[in-house]
């Protein structure tokens, strides 16, 4: 069952363009969506984050979108470049045992090419 | 830089054999997480320690996966016999307080053949 559905899989983006990685969930009680950034041979590393009282929050060139009706939020990744290549997962957590637990998208593999 | 570390980075071994993985995690974090990543099921929490105490082990095959932290600088995940279905790459990630962020080590790529 995957309470965190994450789409595209794979996305190809020009230098200079924008990517859009989109995700969906299911269980209201999930309270913090952090997106997480993966280089190959690497551990996945906390990119940003949102709270679901904001529709928005900007760091740099990485922007989350936050649709609390729709349970929807996506990451936006403006002018992107080569060194944006990575694979991106959304994430949803929730208090649960006394702890925040994280539920993980499938994950996108964005390749920006020049 | 502090960061979490875990060893050994790859192993492969044959089905049957016992598979030791250890991660230290970022010295002052009380909350370590054990994760396996897979290309068809992601990410999955496999073991959840605060404080050196396993608070969920829920993700856990309980019949060949363990999981312990001996010390606060030494958590361990051990599979015994192991199987070709656990090739994947294991993560650990610690963190402080309530865990809403986690910092990943660079994970432990398991091959079983």
């Known amino acids: 069952q995957q309470q965190v559905k994450q789409s595209p899989q794979s996305l190809i983006v020009q230098k200079g363009g924008i990517s859009i990685i989109n995700c969906a969930y299911e269980?209201?009680?999930?309270?913090?969506f952090p997106w997480y950034q993966q280089f190959p041979g690497k551990g996945p590393a906390l990119l940003i984050a949102i709270r679901p009282d904001v529709s928005e929050k900007k760091e740099g060139r990485f922007t989350i979108s936050f649709n609390k009706s729709a349970k929807q939020f996506s990451l936006h990744i403006m002018d992107s470049q080569p060194g944006d290549s990575a694979t991106y997962f959304c994430a949803a957590s929730m208090r649960s045992g006394g702890y925040q637990k994280v539920t993980f998208g499938i994950g996108t593999k964005l390749q920006v090419i020049p | 830089d502090a960061r979490v570390t875990q060893t050994p980075r790859h192993k492969v071994t044959e089905m049957g054999q016992e598979v030791t993985m250890r991660c230290q995690p970022i010295?002052?974090?009380?909350?370590v997480f054990w994760y396996r990543q897979t290309m068809m099921q992601g990410l999955e929490l496999l073991a959840y320690f605060r404080n050196r105490a396993p608070l969920d082990d829920s993700g856990m095959p309980k019949d060949r996966f363990s999981a312990e932290m001996p010390d606060a600088t030494l958590a361990t995940l051990k599979i015994q016999p192991s199987e070709p279905r656990d090739s994947a790459v294991y993560f650990c990630?610690?963190?402080f307080g309530q865990g809403d962020t986690q910092y990943f080590g660079p994970g432990t790529r398991l091959t079983v053949l």
């Open positions: 269980n209201t009680a999930f309270d913090y």
């Open positions: 990630a610690s963190g």
């Open positions: 010295l002052g974090h009380n909350t």
